[in-house]
C-alpha cells in the first residue's frame, strides 16, 4: 500500500503548508535527522485517519517515478562482477572504474524503455543502486555505511552499437568507449520502484540480483560477488567530490547480458528486474516513434 504523507500531514497538523521533504525525496534525506522520525508518525497516523477519508492506495492506483527523480549525480562502475567482466572480455580493473548517467536517463517502475531511432543493439543490466543519504567527501570505506541512506533496483539500459567503436575490443580508438551515447539517451536508467531504507537490509552483500525477459530469466547472481565492494566505491567516489543526498551509485551487473551473445531487447518486450527484499522493477520496452 502507498500512504499520502502529504495529505495526512495537513489533516495532522490543520496547516495547508507541507514541508518540502514531503515532496522531495532529496530534501526528505538531507533533513532525515527529523523528517524520519515524522514520516514515521505520519504513516500511524494514516491508520486512523483513512478510516475518515483514503490515506492509502494499492499500487495498481498510483504512478510511480524513480525513487529520487532529480539526484545531483548518478555513478555507475563498469566491470565490477567477474563472470560479467569476463563474457564482455575484459578484466576486472585494479580500481573502479566510473560512467555517469543524467537524469534525462530515469524512469520509474512500468515506464518504457525506449528503442532509439539511430540504435538496435538496446541492452539491460541489472544492478544494485545505493542512494547517499548524508553529505560526505573523503570518505573512509569503514565510515561508508553512515553515508548510506538505502538502496533500490536499477537497470543499465546500454546501446551497444553506440557504446563500443567500430572493432571493439581488439581495436580501440584513443578515446575509449562511447559512454555518453552508449549509456546516456533517454529512458536508459530504469530505477525503482522502491527506496528500502539501510536499516531494512540485513547486508547488501546477501541479495540475489534476477532479471527477465518476456519471463525468460537472462540474469541470476548475487550481490557477494561484487569485486570492488560498496565502501571502495565510495571511498574511491568521494576523492575529491562532495556526495550528497540523493546521489545514485549503481554497484555493477552480474553475467548474463545480451551483448554476450543473448538476443538484444525488441519493441513489446517486458523487462523484470528483482533484487531480494527491493521490489520488481517492471518496464516495457517501446520502439521510439
Avoid at 504512478?63 to 563472470?83: E, L, R
Amino acid at each position: 500500500m502507498v500512504v499520502d504523507l502529504a495529505s495526512v500531514y495537513q489533516s495532522v497538523y490543520g496547516d495547508d503548508h507541507v514541508p518540502s521533504w514531503l515532496v522531495s525525496m532529496r530534501s526528505l534525506l538531507a533533513a532525515s535527522e527529523h523528517s524520519f522520525p515524522l514520516v514515521e508518525r505520519l504513516g500511524k497516523e494514516a491508520k486512523a485517519l483513512d478510516k475518515v477519508k483514503p490515506r492509502f492506495y494499492s499500487v495498481e492506483e498510483v504512478i510511480f517515478q524513480p525513487p529520487v527523480p532529480d539526484p545531483k549525480k548518478i555513478f555507475c562502475v563498469a566491470a565490477n562482477y567477474v563472470a560479467h567482466s569476463q563474457e564482455m572480455t575484459i578484466k576486472v580493473p585494479e580500481k573502479p572504474y566510473f560512467f555517469s548517467k543524467f537524469t534525462n536517463t530515469l524512469i520509474g517502475h512500468e515506464h518504457s524503455i525506449l528503442i532509439p531511432k539511430t540504435s538496435v543493439k538496446v541492452d539491460y543490466e541489472i544492478e544494485l543502486a545505493v542512494v547517499i543519504g548524508k553529505k560526505g567527501k573523503y570518505i573512509p570505506r569503514d565510515k561508508a555505511q553512515e553515508y548510506i541512506a538505502g538502496y533500490t533496483v536499477f537497470n543499465d539500459v546500454s546501446f551497444r552499437d553506440k557504446q563500443f567503436p567500430a572493432g571493439w575490443p581488439q581495436q580501440l580508438n584513443p578515446f575509449g568507449q562511447n559512454w555518453i551515447h552508449g549509456k546516456g539517451l533517454d529512458n536508459a536508467a530504469p530505477c525503482g520502484p522502491y527506496l528500502v531504507t539501510k536499516d531494512e537490509v540485513v547486508s547488501p552483500y546477501s541479495l540475489r540480483l534476477t532479471l527477465k525477459v518476456n519471463g525468460e530469466v537472462r540474469q541470476d547472481g548475487y550481490t557477494r560477488d561484487m569485486y570492488h565492494k560498496i565502501g571502495d566505491l565510495i571511498e574511491y567516489l568521494s576523492d575529491g567530490i562532495t556526495l550528497e543526498p540523493g546521489d545514485i551509485i549503481a554497484t555493477g551487473t552480474p553475467a548474463g547480458v545480451a551483448a554476450a551473445g543473448k538476443e538484444y531487447l525488441k519493441d513489446k518486450d517486458v523487462v523484470e528486474a528483482e533484487i531480494t527484499g527491493l521490489g520488481l522493477l517492471r518496464n516495457r520496452v517501446v520502439k521510439e516513434q
